[in-house]
C-alpha cells in the first residue's frame, strides 16, 4: 500500500503503521483490545503503540464507559504537521552536518599540524547559512561587499531577515563596497541598521563577491545566479591578516 510505504518514510515503525491505518480504517474510538483482536497482536503491545502515536499527535485519546479509546485525528492535516516537523528535523540535522565535516575530515591529519578549518557551502540555502553563521560570534563583522548582481531569494532574505537580526543583536558591520546605485541608497540607513559604509570606486578595487571578517572566521559569498556557493575559512591567522586589509582599504576609502 502506497499510504504504509509512506508512513514508514515518516519514520513510523511496522507495528505504528499497522495499528494507525487498523485504527484509521476501523472509524470511531476504539480500546486498544479491540485494535489488538483484529491485528491479533498483544493488546499491551497495541496500547503502547497507540501512546507513542497519541504523542506524535496522529492520535487522540477519550474515554468511552469508562474505558480508555482512541481515535485517529485529522489524519490530513496530522501527517501534514507530523512531515514538517520531520523536514525541520533534517534540516536540523543537515545543519549540524556541516558544522561538523571539517572537524571529522581533520581527525584524520597530523596532530602535530594546525590545519585551517575549511567549509564549503553551495546554492541559496548554503549562502544562507554562512550568513547565519556570522550573527554567531556576536563581533564586529569587517566586509568588502557589492549587492549589484545579488540574486533575488538571497537579496530578500538580507533586507527581511538577516540585516534585522543583526540589527536586533546589536552587531555591528563596517562595508566597504563599490559606489552604485544600491550602496549609496542602503549608506542612508547606515546608523538605523547598525552600520558603516565607505566606498571604493570599482576600478581601484573590483570588487565582484562578498568578504566577511568576522572572530576567528572569513567567509567567502558568490550570489549571482550562475555561480552560487559560499567557504567559510576558520583560522585566526587567515582572519587577522584580512582584518588588516580591511582596515588599509577603510582609511583610504571615503
Known amino acids: 500500500m502506497q499510504i504504509e510505504q509512506f508512513l514508514k518514510q515518516l519514520e513510523l515503525g511496522d507495528k ?7 485504527l484509521m480504517q476501523t472509524g470511531g474510538p476504539q480500546p486498544a483490545s479491540s485494535i489488538a483482536r483484529k491485528l491479533s497482536m ?7 503503540v497507540l501512546l507513542r502515536l497519541s504523542k506524535l499527535g496522529l492520535v ?13 485525528e485529522e489524519p490530513d492535516k496530522r501527517i501534514q ?18 558544522d561538523i565535516l571539517p572537524i571529522i575530515q581533520n581527525l584524520s591529519k597530523s596532530d602535530t599540524m594546525i590545519m585551517p578549518a575549511v567549509k564549503y557551502y553551495e546554492g541559496v540555502e548554503g549562502v544562507k547559512h554562512v550568513y547565519k553563521d556570522s550573527l554567531k560570534e556576536g563581533e564586529t563583522i569587517y566586509a568588502f561587499e557589492n549587492v549589484e548582481h545579488m540574486v533575488p531569494e538571497i537579496k530578500d532574505y538580507i533586507f527581511n531577515d538577516y540585516i534585522p537580526k543583526r540589527t536586533e543583536n546589536d552587531i555591528f558591520i563596517q562595508v566597504i563596497s563599490p559606489e552604485n546605485k544600491d550602496h549609496i541608497a542602503a549608506r542612508k540607513n547606515d546608523k538605523k541598521f547598525c552600520r558603516e559604509t ?4 570599482k576600478v581601484i578595487i573590483p570588487i565582484d563577491i562578498e568578504i566577511n571578517i568576522y572572530g576567528n572566521k572569513t567567509a567567502f559569498f558568490s550570489y549571482k545566479k550562475e555561480e552560487m556557493f559560499a ?19 577603510w582609511n583610504i576609502a571615503k
Do not use: P, W
Not at 42 to 48: G, H, L, S
Not at 198 to 201: D, G
Open 231 to 249: 567557504i567559510i575559512i576558520e583560522s585566526r591567522s587567515v582572519a587577522n591578516s584580512m582584518r588588516s586589509i580591511h582596515q588599509f582599504c
Open 198 to 201: 565607505r566606498f571604493f570606486t
Open 16 to 22: 505504528e503503521t499497522k495499528v494507525y491505518l487498523q
Open 81 to 98: 504537521v507530523l512531515l514538517e516537523k520531520r523536514r525541520k528535523n533534517l534540516d536540523e540535522i543537515e545543519e549540524k552536518l556541516q
Open 42 to 48: 498483544n493488546r499491551t503491545t497495541v496500547y503502547k
Open 60 to 72: 487522540g485519546k477519550t474515554m468511552n464507559h469508562g474505558i480508555q479509546c482512541f481515535i485517529v
